[in-house]
């Protein structure tokens, strides 16, 4: 089959990968026919598991599921989630919600079920491609009438911790934090419980947390300066020095002057005669970087640069 671009498709590649690894995958195909009648549901627990083939599950609104997908931002880990997939099947049971017209939506597996759907087009055409172990998924279900829309968010938030948090964009971190901090609110987690509950999800500093949370309380375009990367996370509050009016009385008449350097130099004590000194000033703003640079060439290097640094002077 022809490839397509970004995907994994060499079907001899992933079976040379996977063919040595001893795997005791469960085979979907027999599970379903030894089920018989009650071939879609087995119970596991309190609720029944059930396989539900994969066209019939639409993706929740994007809107609801604030994290980006694995094949987005993380490719390593999309494609070793990718490969145990091709060997095993789907193991982990998805959640779905039931909708109107035999529908579902998915509240827990958009990865499983993107790389599952990729996997049946990818393969369809090679003859000892078993689709079932693919098209139908392993699912908890969720009927129409168990939940409302907040508690189907919640199923999408509280599904979702295994990512790694560091590594996504910071208006997203941020907006995550806001959404949890207010779903454990509905729940009546007392606000230090909160965010003690939130760090241990994500792993990371109650330090950190209170900084994001303070980030929301910044004149909104000051706040993007910290989303577009322009500003780190340390030097964009520095803005909470100030009350709103004066936050947007920077932005409107300085916002092609900040830069890390003079927002570093903001404190509290700066009226706006005093802020309006420092983004007007000339201060040029540097940055270190490091050169690997041969050991032998190091005081020729050293000289050129002295030369380059002195040319421009001369030209300002």
């Avoid at 509950?197 to 309380?217: H, N, P, R």
Wanted: charged share 35%; hydrophobic share 35%.
């Amino acid at each position: 089959m022809a490839g397509k671009k970004g995907r994994v498709q060499n079907s001899d590649f992933l079976k040379q990968l996977t063919a040595n690894t001893g795997s005791t995958a469960k085979n979907v195909t027999d599970t379903l026919r030894n089920l018989g009648e009650q071939a879609n549901e087995i119970e596991t627990g309190k609720k029944k598991l059930k396989y539900i083939d994969v066209s019939s599950i639409d993706n929740a609104p994007d809107d609801w599921n604030l994290y980006p997908r694995l094949k987005d931002t993380q490719k390593d880990k999309y494609l070793e989630l990718k490969f145990s997939i091709f060997e095993k099947g789907v193991e982990e049971p998805c959640v779905v919600w039931e909708q109107e017209n035999g529908r579902h939506m998915m509240l827990s597996g958009h990865n499983r079920k993107d790389i599952s759907m990729e996997l049946i087009e990818e393969y369809s055409e090679d003859p000892v491609f078993d689709e079932n172990k693919y098209r139908y998924l392993p699912c908890i279900v969720y009927s129409k009438t168990e939940l409302d829309e907040t508690q189907a968010k919640n199923i999408i938030n509280d599904t979702n911790l295994y990512r790694d948090f560091s590594k996504l964009p910071r208006r997203i971190k941020t907006e995550i934090i806001r959404v949890r901090m207010n779903s454990y609110k509905t729940r009546r987690y007392a606000k230090g419980e909160r965010i003690e509950q939130l760090a241990k999800d994500f792993g990371v500093e109650k330090s950190a947390l209170y900084e994001e949370l303070a980030i929301e309380k910044i004149y909104p375009p000051l706040r993007e300066l910290y989303y577009f990367g322009t500003l780190t996370r340390k030097t964009v509050l520095k803005f909470n020095y100030y009350a709103m009016d004066t936050q947007e009385w920077i932005h409107q008449n300085y916002a092609e002057k900040i830069t890390e350097a003079k927002v570093k130099l903001l404190k509290k004590s700066m009226g706006r005669e005093d802020i309006s000194m420092l983004f007007e000033s000339a201060m040029e703003v540097t940055k270190k970087i490091t050169v690997d640079v041969p050991i032998g060439k190091v005081d020729a290097f050293k000289e050129m640069f002295a030369e380059w640094l002195e040319t421009q002077k001369n030209q300002d």
